[in-house]
């Protein structure tokens, strides 16, 4: 016979197990009220199954996810934390936990639950970019913790953003530039990438650092051996930019051109970087002069903590207002820009740094126009069978915009007909031995998408490379571009202006004006427009014809075209505009900015189908990106009088060869639904957009013919790439 208290103790088992069984009838009953989205319901039942069995997690986690739901975060952590005390190992509620957290803006716990989450599952590929997006709010607050950066670019690597992850070692070595463990993950990162930066940060790690805060006094700054010690693993430095402008120490290592530098060139005013003027610097702060102190070293220690700007077209406020991050851990500017600033695209120019050089007038003996007046000399005369022939590549991403390879395209059409041998080379691409010479068009893209960036490894490659810059410098991706036009020997940049911008940074830059090329068969418009979905809205009628070039405007079916990205100040324009527009046949197309524009994919056109828009359209309309005046070589010239079209433009900078009001019409934005009214509808207006556009037509063809100023640039890019194999043209 069983003892009573066997009874009683046998009675409490099956009590417990009837807990625990009608708890799991209730908590999958409130499963499916959860998975019907009857929060509050699915609520009552999981306490309910709680109540009854107060040690089951899966309740406490489904608890917390209806809380989550009804954005009832406090109630969600608190049960979260129940199921994490019950079952340690199950991620997701540390994932979950982490979420609400979050909510809160209880950054440093929801980091603690994120990274408990990875200690269970390493590889989850859910929780790096919360926790990535954790660090960066913890950042803000410690701004100058590398142990966050460090952190923050190892959850970069394990979502395979390995740019923004050196980008963000980057950060924490400008921080604490001693951190040789920050410069041994840089190096680990660029082994295979840049072998040569690689070793770079190799020394640096194995070296013994001198940075800012070893400086106690500006005094310091008068010392050879320290401010040699702390700008020498400094990017402020550049040995590839100070040999290019200082031809006569081309033989000298870097060590040595450091040395001259700081004993000799600084005092001469030969600048350490394109964007350090020493001779600016000196007259901002005249007793620094009278001290002997570095001009550099005193910026990197003293002058951008007091607001002082190295260079006339670099402000220091702007770029530590632009990029927060860099303001908040207090790095110099400057440094961080050259060092990576550039390569990730950061905006560097105020467009307030530099609107004079853009109102002046282009001077006519200014050594950026040799190339283009060489070319205008010859207008006419031909080719030049003397011309020693060049065997050249040109290069261009597979996979940017299509308008890059449309200038691409032209300006190989162009060499040709100069009588060069040319082959397009992409990214994808191998070198081929035997070529003379390398043209890189728009190096924002090509260095920067695919497989471009493993060609900075192609040292002797790119020491030999033309670079032509397409961007202006208040974008990001002129910053793009800068990273590799600093060290190019010799730049040519369709904009008159931005090359006169960047003479005034030391950089060896020529105006290339993209002109006219006789019989360029891919400007010579098809009768019918491409099947592409953006122009599937105009008539049948208008996509299936075209007239002649010659034709009178008024056999164009179109009456205005605009093609450019979607920005803020031609949203407003166009939107403020509407009323008048609506009364035209128009033909808009503005994708938004930052999205390439890869030919026919998705709502982009292709150079046939923009070519067919403007030989379509009376008037091409050029709204500027920002306030700047920029004149759009690109739109106004190849679109529009090319394709003898009227370009209405806003106001623009001059361009020598092209006059305003003679070879296009300008009116302010305010004053354009008057104008257009007039060339449209007024018989003299008509008169008047007749004759303007044929004498655009007529200067473009004179002044500036494709095949010569081609020629022209490769005689130019010889004098400073060298000799190479000559063979005569025939």
């Known amino acids: 016979m069983a003892e009573k208290g066997d009874i009683t103790r046998a009675d409490g088992k099956g009590l417990i197990a009837e807990a625990q069984a009608r708890a799991l009838t209730l908590h999958h009953q409130a499963d499916v009220l959860r998975e019907a989205g009857r929060w509050e319901e699915a609520i009552a039942d999981y306490k309910k199954a709680i109540r009854l069995n107060p040690e089951f997690s899966w309740s406490y986690h489904s608890l917390g996810d209806c809380y989550k739901k009804l954005g ?57 970019p919360r926790l990535a997006d954790v660090l960066r709010m913890l950042l803000k607050s410690t701004p100058q913790n590398i142990e966050l950066y460090e952190e923050l670019a190892q959850q970069l690597l394990a979502q395979e953003k390995r740019e923004e992850a050196i980008a963000t070692y980057q950060m924490a070595l400008q921080i604490r530039p001693e951190a040789s463990s920050v410069a041994l ?9 840049d072998p040569q930066e690689a070793q770079v940060f190799v020394e640096q790690a194995s070296s013994q650092t001198v940075t800012s805060r070893d400086i106690n006094s500006p005094e310091d700054l008068s010392n050879f051996q320290l401010v040699t010690a702390l700008l020498a693993h400094s990017s402020l430095f550049d040995p590839i930019y100070y040999r290019a402008t200082n031809p006569n120490l081309a033989s000298l290592d870097n060590k040595a051109l450091l040395h001259h530098y700081i004993t000799q060139g600084s005092a001469a005013g030969q600048s350490p970087n394109p964007l350090f003027d020493d001779a600016y610097y000196r007259q901002q702060h005249p007793e620094i002069v009278v001290s002997g102190i570095n001009p550099l070293a005193h910026y990197h220690c003293y002058g951008f903590q007091a607001g002082a700007d190295p260079h006339p077209f670099f402000s220091t406020a702007f770029y530590q207002e632009t990029h927060e991050d860099v303001g908040a851990a207090d790095v110099d500017p400057l440094a961080h820009y050259l060092a990576y600033g550039a390569r990730e695209g950061r905006v560097a120019f105020s467009s307030e740094q530099f609107p004079h050089l853009l109102d002046e007038k282009t001077p006519a003996d200014a050594v950026y126009l040799q190339a283009w007046q060489a070319a205008d000399a010859r207008a006419g005369v031909g080719v030049d069978t ?72 192609r040292r002797e490659w790119l020491v030999q490379a033309v670079m032509v810059n397409v961007e202006q410098p208040q974008t990001s991706w002129f910053s793009k571009a800068f990273h590799f036009l600093r060290h190019s020997k010799i730049i040519f940049d369709i904009n008159v202006k931005s090359a006169a911008i960047m003479r005034s940074l030391g950089l060896p830059a020529y105006w290339l004006p993209l002109g006219h090329l006789a019989d360029y068969e891919p400007f010579a418009a098809d009768e019918r427009l491409p099947d592409l979905l953006a122009v599937r809205s105009l008539p049948m009628q208008v996509r299936q014809k075209i007239p002649s070039i010659d034709a009178p405007l008024s056999e164009r079916p179109l009456d205005i075209h605009f093609i450019g990205t979607l920005n803020e100040r031609r949203e407003k324009f166009f939107a403020e505009s509407a009323r008048w527009l609506s009364q035209y046949h128009c033909f808009f197309h503005m994708p938004p900015m930052g999205v390439p524009l890869l030919r026919g994919q998705d709502q982009a056109l292709d150079t046939e189908t923009v070519i067919g828009i403007s030989r379509r359209s009376k008037i091409l309309l050029n709204v500027h990106r920002d306030d700047l005046p920029y004149f759009e070589w690109h739109r106004m010239v190849f679109h529009g009088l090319w394709q003898n079209t009227l370009v209405v433009t806003e106001p623009c900078h001059d361009i020598p060869g ?26 003299d207006g008509q008169a008047e957009a007749e004759r303007v556009r044929w004498s655009g037509s007529r200067a473009l063809r004179k002044m500036f013919e494709g095949a010569t100023s081609m020629n022209s640039a490769v005689q130019q890019s010889r004098q400073f790439l060298g000799q190479s194999r000559e063979v005569s043209v025939c």
């Open 72 to 128: 009832d975060w406090s109630e969600a952590i608190v049960a979260y934390r129940r199921a994490i005390a019950l079952k340690n190992d199950f991620i997701w509620s540390y994932y979950s936990l982490g979420e609400a957290l979050e909510q809160l803006e209880d950054w440093s716990a929801a980091a603690e639950s994120y990274r408990q989450a990875l200690v269970l599952d390493p590889n989850n590929e859910q929780v790096p």
């Open 185 to 193: 993950a840089l190096s680990g990162m660029l082994a295979d990438l």
């Open 386 to 457: 003397k011309t020693t022939r060049q065997k050249l590549g040109v290069y261009c991403s597979s996979i940017g915009n299509y308008f890059i390879t449309e200038i691409a395209d032209f300006i190989a059409a162009a060499l040709t007909q100069a009588g060069h041998s040319v082959t397009r080379l992409s990214e994808q691409d191998s070198v081929p031995d035997d070529l003379d010479g390398h043209w890189v068009v728009a190096p924002h893209e090509f260095f920067y998408l695919g497989e471009g960036m493993h060609w900075v490894q």
């Open 658 to 683: 092209l006059v305003a009001g003679e070879h296009f019409v300008v009116c302010e934005l305010d004053e354009m639904a008057d104008k257009v009214t007039w060339l449209m509808r007024a018989r």
